[in-house]
């Protein structure tokens, strides 16, 4: 079957379901689809920035709050950086993912605090938390509904890999950006 009559039969098949997507960044997607699974936020420690103050904020976060694999229902992810383009969708009425706002009202003290302060932060860049699910395990994908598409999409994330990568070599060329070490 052609890539067309793949993509159509894809099509068909997400319309009419309550679908979420787990939206990822250009740097990420290839390895994603090469392990089949979506791995716990924090996974990749090893691509976190290495800013001050970053990884203590995120540890703290993890421990509070606790670490999720994060899905929405609107078609892009700001407050994440994500690349819209770049996602594994899902169907939701089969996955049964937490739903955030609940998972939000489950906690109390600092752990609520810290948590309605990323909603905030997230509504702030138009993303919408009431619309976001999380699952508290890894998930793999072998439900994930468009598959037909990752050829395509893996092509997608290296093109924007390698313009991503141009762009920061020509900043630091100017002197207008200083690339660290990142940390293993």
């Not at 009425?93 to 810290?114: Q, T």
């Amino acid at each position: 079957m052609g890539q067309a009559k793949l993509r159509k039969a894809e099509i068909n098949m997400i319309k009419g379901r309550n679908t979420v997507r787990h939206i990822t960044k250009h740097s990420w997607f290839n390895t994603i689809v090469d392990q089949n699974v979506l791995e716990l936020e924090g996974s990749n420690t090893h691509a976190i920035p290495n800013m001050p103050g970053h990884r203590d904020f995120l540890q703290l976060q993890y421990n509070l709050v606790g670490r999720y694999v994060w899905f929405t229902k609107q078609r892009h992810a700001k407050c994440a950086g994500a690349a819209s383009e770049l996602y594994f969708e899902f169907d939701q009425d089969e996955m049964k993912f937490e739903h955030w706002p609940d998972v939000v009202a489950s906690l109390s003290g600092k752990a609520r605090l810290l948590a309605e302060g990323l909603n905030i932060a997230a509504k702030s860049t138009g993303d919408d938390p009431d619309q976001w699910y999380v699952s508290r395990t890894p998930v793999s994908l072998d439900k994930c509904l468009n598959k037909t598409r990752f050829p395509e999409m893996r092509k997608q994330a290296e093109m924007i890999d390698r313009n991503f990568q141009q762009r920061m070599r020509e900043l630091e060329r100017q002197g207008l950006l200083r690339v660290y070490e990142v940390e293993a």
